[in-house]
């Protein structure tokens, strides 16, 4: 049973360009969380998605950045028109059970972008 | 709001033990978590307590939770080399969607 797999493990990008990352959770998991880690700082939540549904995007930027979970395929990050403070590692994890239970989430290994 | 506090960095040599502390606000919550980063690496559970108890051992591994003063620690007896990382204490937000993260204790270890 593969782990969360996160792709591609390094993203550089200029500024204005669009990065888009991914993340295909275990098997069997249908919850998604995405998080961004900047230099020196602990995890910030961003969004919580289900398949097809966005359960809570409290922490996502209101402009430029966007989520989604497909039916099929993996959830994707998406930031468009990346600036230099957007430079960070961004964690995606998932789980098989969401809101108000505790289970563990499982992390992937992460995305580095990096703008130039 | 809710906010996670933790010491920076911690140093100790290859068989003390190591302990690390956390602080955290929300008093409602009901699981803490200890997470460990290894360079380049994502995140890796290492334990959690649940908020009724007051201790959890596993192995080298001592969880302890005040919950009057909202502390949580990590104890690793018989530190390791490999134990070089950082670690992250995490609450449950209130809505219990997401993980509030502290910014990490670097723990280095040294031979």
């Known amino acids: 049973n593969a782990g969360v797999m996160q792709n591609p493990r390094h993203l550089v990008r200029r500024r204005g360009q669009e990065a888009r990352l991914r993340c295909s959770p275990m098997?069997?998991?249908?919850?998604v969380y995405w998080y961004r880690q900047l230099p020196e700082e602990g995890l910030k939540f961003m969004v919580y998605?289900?398949?097809?549904?966005?359960i809570d995007e409290s922490g996502m930027p209101k402009e430029r950045f966007s989520a989604e979970f497909p039916k099929e395929g993996p959830s994707i990050l998406r930031i468009q028109q990346v600036v230099r403070g957007d430079s960070a590692a961004y964690f995606c994890?998932?789980?098989?059970w969401g809101q108000g239970r505790n289970t563990e989430a499982f992390f992937g290994q992460g995305t580095r972008l990096t703008v130039v | 709001g809710e906010d996670v506090e933790q010491s920076l960095f911690l140093s100790v040599r290859e068989g003390d033990s190591s302990v690390i502390n956390c602080t955290y606000t929300?008093?409602?919550?009901?699981?803490l978590y200890w997470y460990k980063q290894e360079p380049g690496a994502g995140l890796q559970l290492l334990t959690y307590?649940?908020?009724?108890?007051d201790m959890k051992q596993d192995q080298r591994l001592t969880v302890l939770l005040n919950k009057k003063d909202k502390h949580l620690s990590l104890r690793i007896a018989d530190t390791q080399t490999g134990d070089s990382a950082i670690y992250f204490c995490?609450?449950?937000?209130?809505?219990?969607?997401?993980?509030?993260f502290g910014k990490g204790t670097t723990l280095s270890v040294s031979s």
């Open positions: 994890a998932s789980s098989p």
């Open positions: 929300d008093s409602s919550s009901t699981y």
């Open positions: 307590i649940f908020s009724n108890m």
């Open positions: 995490a609450e449950r937000d209130q809505a219990g969607t997401a993980l509030i």
């Open positions: 098997k069997g998991h249908s919850h």
């Open positions: 998605l289900q398949k097809e549904n966005i």
